[in-house]
């Protein structure tokens, strides 16, 4: 059976002139700095007609706040946040000695989300900002996929130059940065709601250009209050009164809570289709099919295929970090994302925002819908109802059934490992603090599928859920990054700011140094 995702949001077809392919062989990693994206080269002409300028401004953001275009999406989501995530490792050999999972990533992977995404951002951004006023919708929007972007960008690197100080190379603190995220979605949603509010109670402009909602405004405000949910929930253990108000309000102005509303993105081709299925450099990770495998979890088949090497389950994963000898023998003996090539790219969810207002809820929030029990079990509903999958109320119920023991293929690369916890699915009221919170992030985590860079975040946030080790040895004490190193062209390039970033950073310019957020 191939994936097909429940149609969440209607489709819109991406058509866009001004993307540019990078020059890149399939699954080659090299020469990115090169690459180019939409809007970066575009006369005079084309920038002037029909308003085009800040339209392919605005396909460029969207398409660099969550990166599909396929080299792109391999080198900021796949090798990082879906890597460290635990959802899917590497089947390549070729990747094998050195990678983000062994905390020893060649220095052109390091960088790339910051020499390639950023600059991309940044770049249009700017244009947008120069061609329109601070209360214009272009300008709002923008604000919008510019959090959603730099929200990426801060919690790989940590510090960042985000033009917040006198010098634009200056990079400010993480937690400046959301704060700042923060109150530029706040102007953003104050222009675009007295918008809907003049217009009647709708708003749809840009549609050909929206490759996300068609140009309804009216979802676009529920993604920007659900980012800063997602951003709440985040800071809850840094600055836990900063984060209760800004969670607060974000859900009594409204989130997103149906999957009418999901927030993902039309381009073809997905780029998980194609650096897991095309080119097979990607596999299911070890570590969600021992949790789902466990549980009997019937999403399983929904996210990955089975194997084309028979082995002695359907869906078998890799350990993180496995010493992969060939690229075509793991190919076979463990499974591909089960997705379409024309799949949409999933940015946040309403089964997200869910565990987030059940988290609020068990940290004594107020407003948030309902209590820890009911919201926990209406999130693990939607996720199933978002991927089509059945049997969710018998899923609930079961109070017995923990992660499996991993057993690798045979003649894997990764080697088996026992389980990591005992963790059951059924809500318990009276469990520990610790117990409640490993459970409601061990479901979040699952559903967060197949956005790798959110689970990364609930590992490093919560230690959950628990992971197995790296299966080759690695320098670090840790098991899974807490950030990556920033770009080592800049204690060159811009030496002064960069060890202000170190200072900032509050630790050494590694793996191990954690992010503001971390507990």
């Known amino acids: 059976?191939?994936?097909?995702?429940?149609?969440?949001?209607?489709?819109?077809?991406?058509?866009?002139?001004?993307?540019?392919?990078?020059?890149?062989?399939?699954?080659?990693?090299?020469?990115?700095?090169?690459?180019?994206?939409?809007?970066?080269?575009?006369?005079?002409?084309?920038?002037?007609?029909?308003?085009?300028?800040?339209?392919?401004?605005?396909?460029?953001?969207?398409?660099?706040?969550?990166?599909?275009?396929?080299?792109?999406?391999?080198?900021?989501?796949?090798?990082?946040?879906?890597?460290?995530?635990?959802?899917?490792?590497?089947?390549?050999?070729?990747?094998?000695?050195?990678?983000?999972?062994?905390?020893?990533?060649?220095?052109?992977?390091?960088?790339?989300?910051?020499?390639?995404?950023?600059?991309?951002?940044?770049?249009?951004?700017?244009?947008?900002?120069?061609?329109?006023?601070?209360?214009?919708?272009?300008?709002?929007?923008?604000?919008?996929?510019?959090?959603?972007?730099?929200?990426?960008?801060?919690?790989?690197?940590?510090?960042?130059?985000?033009?917040?100080?006198?010098?634009?190379?200056?990079?400010?603190?993480?937690?400046?940065?959301?704060?700042?995220?923060?109150?530029?979605?706040?102007?953003?949603?104050?222009?675009?709601?007295?918008?809907?509010?003049?217009n009647g109670g709708s708003l749809v402009q840009f549609k050909d250009a929206d490759q996300v909602y068609g140009g309804d405004f009216t979802k676009w405000v529920k993604f920007a209050n659900s980012l800063k949910l997602r951003m709440a929930i985040r800071m809850r253990f840094v600055a836990p009164d900063y984060a209760k108000k800004v969670g607060e309000e974000a859900v009594a102005a409204g989130v997103i809570t149906s999957n009418d509303d999901n927030c993902s993105i039309a381009y073809n081709p997905n780029g998980q289709w194609k650096t897991s299925v095309e080119w097979g450099d990607s596999r299911a990770c070890a570590d969600i099919e021992s949790y789902m495998n466990g549980y009997g979890d019937p999403r399983i088949s929904k996210y990955f295929s089975a194997t084309t090497t028979e082995g002695d389950r359907a869906i078998i994963g890799c350990r993180a970090g496995a010493n992969i000898g060939n690229k075509s023998v793991a190919g076979g003996l463990y499974s591909a994302a089960n997705i379409e090539k024309d799949s949409r790219g999933v940015w946040l969810t309403a089964a997200e925002m869910t565990f987030c207002r059940a988290e609020g809820a068990l940290a004594n929030w107020s407003g948030m819908g309902g209590s820890v029990e009911s919201l926990y079990n209406q999130a693990i509903k939607l996720s199933f109802e978002q991927w089509g999958a059945k049997n969710v109320d018998s899923y609930l119920d079961d109070n017995t059934s923990t992660p499996a023991d991993y057993k690798d293929a045979t003649d894997g690369y990764g080697g088996s490992h026992g389980k990591m916890t005992t963790i059951t699915i059924k809500w318990d009221e009276s469990a520990s603090a610790a117990e409640k919170l490993e459970r409601l992030i061990v479901q979040k985590w699952i559903a967060l599928f197949p956005d790798g860079q959110e689970g990364w975040c609930e590992i490093r946030r919560t230690g959950y859920p628990k992971v197995f080790p790296v299966a080759q040895t690695t320098s670090y004490s840790i098991e899974v990054p807490n950030r990556i190193p920033f770009d080592y062209t800049e204690p060159t390039n811009n030496p002064v700011n960069y060890q202000k970033a170190v200072q900032l950073l509050g630790g050494a310019d590694d793996y191990a140094t954690k992010m503001w957020w971390q507990k």
């Open 1 to 198: 059976m191939t994936f097909k995702m429940k149609t969440i949001i209607k489709t819109i077809t991406f058509a866009v002139a001004s993307v540019a392919v990078m020059g890149l062989a399939a699954s080659c990693t090299d020469g990115f700095e090169d690459a180019n994206r939409p809007g970066g080269a575009l006369n005079n002409e084309e920038i002037n007609r029909d308003n085009y300028s800040t339209g392919s401004f605005m396909v460029q953001m969207e398409t660099e706040a969550f990166p599909e275009q396929e080299n792109t999406y391999q080198m900021n989501q796949d090798l990082i946040g879906n890597y460290l995530g635990r959802f899917m490792t590497y089947a390549n050999n070729g990747f094998a000695g050195s990678n983000f999972a062994k905390m020893n990533a060649p220095v052109g992977w390091v960088r790339y989300p910051f020499a390639d995404s950023m600059k991309k951002t940044v770049s249009a951004f700017n244009e947008i900002a120069r061609l329109s006023t601070k209360e214009s919708l272009p300008y709002a929007w923008a604000l919008i996929l510019r959090a959603q972007s730099f929200l990426r960008l801060t919690d790989m690197y940590g510090p960042l130059p985000i033009g917040a100080e006198e010098d634009p190379n200056a990079y400010s603190s993480q937690e400046t940065i959301y704060k700042t995220l923060v109150a530029d979605l706040d102007h953003a949603l104050g222009v675009i709601n007295g918008m809907i509010a003049a």
